[in-house]
């Protein structure tokens, strides 16, 4: 008997949610939020809509399916099954949050605040959950990037790695990519896919005033920038942006006392490196299956 399939539905906790277990009560998170110019009104409707969408796209599992629910925070120990079908709720970053965790799942992004939301992941309303769920689905895969390092410790994301120092501090190292490497101390490197290209990846290409093009939101390409080079004696400028195609690798030599590595913006997931060990980015083996 084939298993029926599985539809998990992944959302973070609202910021009413987290409001109330910070302050307690209603009221002290009304008090919080007018002496900040804040309104407890658009709060409530925010939580409203996410709790609304969750209980639409709940109604529109089919009766001999199975459902499961996971809040962010519980992401990093939930276990994704080979036949699930995973529905996220919420903003586009969540999609690249639970993106990692994955492994060829086909993904359908739910915007509940289309107002706020660029809605480039999450892509649709709760509304047009019954149809997605009962129709073939359209699928995009989208490149991942992966940083390995020399200890095998491994960390995959969707958006864009980021290689530097924890702190406001400057690291040292040597970045080599083929045939060419060069010393260098900077405030760090990032190494962005397409699904990247339009965020902090792009931030960085117009302060680099950059001539090369970024790689699209499917296509097999990721983009690396070095932030704020330094020239000394010692260490160069003179290669701080490329392109990686397919099996092509960014390494990276330490030569500080700590360099961090995270990815899509979640510094408590990283890999802590020290004196002489190398990190390695290129694109993941694996993508996203992203419901288009």
């Not at 689905?137 to 390092?149: C, G």
């Not at 792009?202 to 097999?220: K, T, V, Y």
């Amino acid at each position: 008997m084939t298993t029926a399939p599985r539809v998990v539905v992944v959302h973070r906790a609202t910021e009413l949610e987290e409001l109330l277990a910070r302050h307690g009560t209603r009221g002290q998170v009304d008090f919080f939020l007018r002496t900040r110019g804040q309104d407890l009104a658009a709060v409530e409707a925010r939580h409203a809509a996410q709790h609304q969408a969750l209980a639409t796209i709940g109604a529109a599992v089919p009766v001999d399916w199975r459902q499961g629910r996971v809040e962010r925070a519980d992401l990093d120990r939930f276990l994704f099954a080979p036949e699930d079908l995973v529905v996220v709720v919420g903003q586009d970053g969540l999609v690249a949050n639970v993106a990692k965790y994955l492994d060829g799942q086909p993904v359908i992004g739910i915007d509940t605040d289309p107002d706020r939301n660029p809605g480039v992941l999450v892509r649709f309303p709760a509304v047009a959950a019954a149809d997605l769920l009962r129709s073939p689905l359209r699928l995009e895969l989208r490149t991942m990037v992966e940083a390995h390092s020399d200890d095998g410790q491994r960390l995959p994301a969707l958006n864009e790695v980021f290689v530097g120092p924890a702190s406001h501090q400057t690291a040292r190292y040597t970045l080599t990519s083929g045939d060419r490497h060069e010393s260098q101390a900077s405030s760090g490197l990032i190494v962005a896919t397409g699904s990247g290209a339009t965020g902090w990846c792009r931030s960085l290409w117009l302060e680099h005033h950059s001539g090369m093009r970024l790689p699209a939101p499917s296509e097999d390409t990721l983009a690396w920038f070095v932030r704020e080079a330094w020239p000394s004696p010692a260490t160069g400028t003179s290669y701080t942006e490329g392109l990686l195609g397919r099996g092509a690798t960014l390494s990276l030599r330490v030569e500080s006392e700590r360099v961090v590595v995270f990815g899509d913006g979640i510094e408590s997931d990283r890999l802590d490196l020290t004196w002489g060990q190398t990190v390695t980015v290129s694109q993941a083996a694996r993508g996203l299956n992203l419901v288009v």
